[in-house]
């Protein structure tokens, strides 16, 4: 019953981040302070991808690069931001999901052990039971040999040699 409540309000999470993101885009412009911030971040990310481009198809890396204008600086840069902020929340989602799913099978693993405990405890009491009975049945079978077969039922036959020993004397 939880589990599919919590997929779903993950799903619904996701969902909600992405307009938040798009708003985080357009607000990111908007501010100057946070405009210069975002428009340095995104020359700096677009000298770093043009350098690894060149380097992976085997171009010169020392030819000058060129800044982005503004407006594209800014965009990326919200881009950037928003996508950010959605992987984030999906991956705080997944980080969430594997805990949860951690700590259900760490449950299950604490009953199987409860379990495998009660089992070796009735396993010893068992062989316990196992070992008294063996000892009992020894006994009787001593007690067998030692008297007969009819002093093992508590027949009424010792109380007449008994009888008969004591009328003998007389």
């Known amino acids: 019953m939880v589990l599919p409540l919590v997929k779903l309000g993950t799903l619904a999470l996701r969902t909600l981040c992405k307009p938040i993101a798009s708003r985080l885009k357009k607000e990111a412009g908007l501010h100057p302070r946070f405009r210069q ?10 000298r770093f991808q043009t350098n690894m481009q060149r380097r992976i198809y085997g ?4 030819v000058a690069i060129r800044p982005l204008n503004e407006e594209k600086a800014v965009q990326a840069a919200a881009d950037f931001i928003g996508e950010l902020f959605v992987f984030s929340v999906a991956g705080a989602a997944v980080i969430f999901e594997v805990q949860r799913s951690s700590r259900s099978e760490a449950r299950k693993e604490e ?3 409860q379990e495998l405990g009660t089992m070796k405890q009735k396993d010893e ?12 049945l020894e006994e009787l079978e001593r007690l067998a040999k030692g008297r007969g077969l009819t002093g093992l039922f508590n027949f009424k036959q010792p109380q007449a040699t008994e009888d008969v020993k004591s009328a003998k004397p007389q």
């Open 111 to 113: 009953l199987r052990r």
């Open 37 to 46: 911030s975002i428009i340095n971040f995104a020359q700096a990310n677009h």
């Open 59 to 62: 171009h010169a890396t020392d």
């Open 125 to 136: 009491e068992l062989a316990r039971e196992l070992e008294l009975l063996k000892q009992r």
